[in-house]
């Protein structure tokens, strides 16, 4: 899963073998916020696709996740991403923005369609 968020993105998978959440991301202000709420310290990884990650239970996942929906108090998350990081850091974003145009189904843009 892949989670975009203003304080950065990370990538969460399942350890087949504990059941564990193994929580990446490629730069370690992504990975601050959920390494303090689980009490958990930072692992580099650096010839990994992910050169950092932590280990966390499913429910301390979901207790991450619950509290970045819970901080949702914005209209453009764009914009917020932009105050709460850096222009670097929202470009990226703006480009993955951009990207997932390509996905867009066809008919999304034409008006009086039925659903």
């Excluded at 703006?94 to 996905?103: C, G, T």
């Excluded at 189904?105 to 039925?114: G, L, Q, V, W």
Aim: neutral net charge.
């Amino acid at each position: 899963m892949w989670i975009f968020t203003t304080s950065g993105f990370i990538s969460a998978v399942q350890d087949p073998e504990d059941r564990t959440i193994i929580v990446r991301s490629r730069d370690k202000d992504s990975l601050v916020p959920i390494s303090k709420l689980a009490k958990v310290g930072l692992q580099k990884t650096a010839l990994a696709d992910y050169p950092y990650r932590i280990e966390i239970t499913p429910d301390q996942f979901v207790e991450w996740v619950a509290s970045q929906a819970r901080q949702i108090n914005y209209s453009n998350f764009k914009s917020e991403v932009a105050i709460y990081r850096d222009v670097k850091f929202s470009r990226a974003l703006s480009k993955v923005w951009s990207i997932m145009h390509d996905v867009e189904d066809p008919s999304a843009r034409m008006k009086n369609e039925d659903l």
